[in-house]
């Protein structure tokens, strides 16, 4: 099982980023998909899932902001982030699991740097 995530960077305040995420094909189409970060010095935060069937849903935090979405011809989820803000500053880790959220599989991570 493998989930590789791709998009990160460095952006100013108001920028944008895509997060991807490729998983292997023998998880993908039965699995759940979600993005989780976490800051320095903080838990691990869910910020948004996609079940098989596409129903989502985000945190508070980047409700209305970041959209999430799953191409499963490519074995991929997208976190598409717009808006952003400092705040959002972290390491961004892609999931995948049966149940929602998910959490059974996980990514390496991604670092998320947003400057003001």
């Known amino acids: 099982v493998q989930l590789v995530e791709s998009g990160g960077g460095l952006v100013q305040t108001g920028g944008s980023l895509r997060l991807s995420c490729a998983a292997s094909g023998s998880i993908f189409s039965r699995n759940a998909m979600g993005w989780y970060r976490q800051a320095p010095g903080k838990m691990r935060e869910l910020v948004a899932y996609i079940a098989v069937a596409g129903r989502t849903n985000y945190a508070d935090s980047v409700k209305g902001r970041s959209t999430i979405s799953r191409d499963n011809a490519k074995n991929t989820v997208y976190l598409q982030m717009n808006s952003l803000i400092p705040e959002d500053t972290a390491v961004y880790y892609c999931?995948?699991?049966?149940?929602?959220?998910?959490?059974?599989?996980w990514g390496q991570g991604t670092q998320v740097t947003v400057s003001s």
């Open positions: 999931a995948a699991g049966v149940a929602t959220p998910p959490r059974s599989y």
